[in-house]
């Protein structure tokens, strides 16, 4: 069983930043790709960002891309770096990791996921 921790979600203002980490102690995490995903009440999840599991090759959404920065600082946490965060960024936000090397923006293509870090931007 692969366990994902996801942790630094919180309540923050309009303009703020937040740092979103995903962790695990499993091997399979370490050659997994990871992926980003958000939730907000009343719509479909949607993919933010991914990383191969050497962070070698990125993928982003045109919708954060400039504000929201995937990375791996070891091959066991992956972030989500948050900028010039807005109102509309209010989300349940989840990390997943895909027995595929490759990255993928589809939800299917993963395999383990994190319970989800609330992320609240004021106005």
């Known amino acids: 069983q692969v366990q994902l921790v996801e942790s630094g979600g919180g309540l923050v203002k309009t303009g703020g930043s937040l740092r979103l980490s995903c962790w695990s102690s499993?091997?399979?995490?370490?050659?997994?790709?990871v992926g980003w995903f958000r939730q907000a009440p009343g719509k479909e999840r949607e993919f933010l960002a991914a990383?191969?599991?050497?962070?070698?090759?990125i993928f982003q959404a045109d919708s954060v891309k400039g504000r929201f920065a995937i990375s791996r600082d070891n091959r066991n946490t992956v972030y989500l770096q948050m900028n010039t965060l807005k109102p509309e960024d209010t989300a349940i936000y989840y990390c997943?990791?895909?027995?595929?090397?490759?990255?993928?923006?589809?939800?299917?293509?993963?395999?383990?996921w994190g319970q989800g870090t609330q992320v609240t931007v004021s106005s």
């Open positions: 997943a990791a895909s027995k595929n090397p490759l990255i993928s923006q589809s939800d299917s293509a993963y395999d383990y």
């Open positions: 499993s091997w399979i995490f370490s050659s997994a790709a």
């Open positions: 990383i191969t599991w050497d962070g070698s090759s």
